[in-house]
């Protein structure tokens, strides 16, 4: 079975940028070992992207910070987390969960069988979003999510959403 690594939007602003927290800080070095024991062509790196129309969408009404602009340094991936990743595949995704993603990924499965790893950020909202996306598209396909390695908007969501992952039978390790 071949293993893929999903790595969420490990972006600048994410980590220490307009939306940064010190949870994520501390993941980086951990998402940096995960992401090793992977070949990069096993690698998908998601990036949020935003334009600059960002506030007048309706995730920008809701959530009205500006992050993840395409093309700025707060959209880069953490610049340690994109040099251990190589040759990986980007994915840019205008929402939360990525139907991209998951297309790819359910084009690599036809092919032949694939263990899914997710790890990044946010865990209550992009982490979970693309793991249920995951499961609901390729529900036979094992899933599991690195609980070391992703952080949340605060720690306790960040338990909730590995809870409802739980509940969806997505495989959770190191809590």
């Not at 993941?27 to 992401?35: F, L, N, Q, R, Y």
């Not at 251990?84 to 969960?97: E, L, N, R, W």
């Not at 909202?125 to 908007?153: F, Q």
Request: glycine share 6%; net charge negative; with cysteine.
């Amino acid at each position: 079975m071949r293993k893929i690594l999903v790595v969420v939007d490990m972006q600048n602003d994410f980590i220490d940028g307009s939306l940064g927290t010190k949870e994520a800080q501390a993941i980086v070095p951990k998402v940096v070992e995960k992401i090793r024991e992977y070949d990069p062509w096993n690698i998908y790196l998601t990036r949020d992207t935003h334009y600059e129309n960002y506030l007048d969408t309706q995730e920008g009404r809701n959530l009205p910070v500006v992050h993840c602009v395409e093309g700025t340094d707060g959209w880069q991936v953490r610049e340690e987390i994109a040099e251990a990743a190589g040759k990986a595949t980007y994915v840019d995704k205008p929402s939360f969960g990525s139907s991209k993603l998951a297309g790819m990924l359910m084009t690599e499965r036809a092919q032949e069988a694939l263990e899914i790893e997710l790890v990044g950020l946010c865990t209550d909202i992009c982490v979970v979003s693309n793991a249920l996306l995951l499961k609901a598209a390729m529900p036979e396909a094992p899933i599991t999510v690195d609980a070391s390695c992703c952080a949340g908007v605060t720690p306790e969501r960040h338990k909730t959403a590995l809870e409802t992952m739980k509940s969806c039978q997505i495989r959770i390790i190191n809590e």
